[in-house]
């Protein structure tokens, strides 16, 4: 089984539409977690970390359910320029060095 | 700060010739990590250093994979002999110390294409 999982979409919405991705991970033990964004042929940028009382950046919000192994990012009012792929990385307490990236979702917004 | 620099941004080569990826990570962090990124894969761990020592290899695919880090600001990986499978984007990244306060910030990559 993956370390981590997500839906590697394409999630296609209109500009201004609300969008929510999830990710689940296998090891209850995980101790940190964030979400990437990878523009096409450019390397992973981070986006957020994921804090355990969930945290906002402006339109972007990231949530962690421990109980069910799976943390989420809302966007809101999405911009054209959002469209990315969006990585899901969880960091292991048993390997706190280690990093587990998902597959990526893929977000296309449109005029 | 100029932040992860790689080195050669594209290359291609023949199937059975050395390559040799290289990489400066930012200046203070130290751990360093190679990952490689394809299609059907995604992005995958091959090796990380702490403080210029290989922590784990394990994600190393084979042999013909190796990895140095002769200082604090320079690290190479090499793949001699290169095979068609090889091809795919590796990137570097570094930390301070892996924790949400300090996560990884990732090179450009190389784009690797073995013919």
């Known amino acids: 089984r993956k370390e981590v999982e997500q839906d590697p979409g394409p999630f296609n919405v209109p500009e201004g539409a609300t969008v929510a991705f999830n990710c689940t991970y296998s090891n209850s033990a995980s101790q940190s977690f964030f979400w990437y964004r990878q523009d096409c042929r450019k390397e992973p940028k981070l986006l957020m970390s994921v804090y355990s009382s969930g945290n906002e950046d402006g339109r972007f919000t990231a949530q962690l359910n421990r109980a069910s192994q799976y943390i989420s990012l809302l966007i809101r009012d999405s911009k054209l320029s959002d469209s990315a792929t969006y990585l899901c990385v969880v960091n292991p307490l048993y390997n706190f060095n280690k990093f587990y990236f998902g597959s990526g979702t893929k977000l296309n917004v449109k005029p | 700060d100029a932040g992860v620099i790689q080195s050669p941004r594209h290359e291609v080569t023949e199937m059975g010739q050395e390559v040799t990826l290289r990489c400066k990570p930012i200046s203070g962090h130290d751990y360093l990590f190679w990952y490689r990124q394809t299609m059907m894969r995604g992005l995958e761990l091959l090796i990380y250093f702490n403080n210029n020592v290989p922590i784990d290899d394990s994600g190393m695919p084979e042999d013909r994979f190796s990895a140095k880090m002769p200082n604090a600001s320079f690290s190479t990986l090499k793949i001699q002999p290169s095979e068609p499978r090889d091809s795919a984007v590796y990137f570097c990244?570094?930390?301070?110390?892996?924790?949400?306060?300090?996560?990884?910030?990732f090179g450009n990559g190389t784009r690797l294409t073995v013919t």
């Open positions: 990244a570094s930390s301070h110390q892996p924790s949400q306060n300090s996560p990884l910030h």
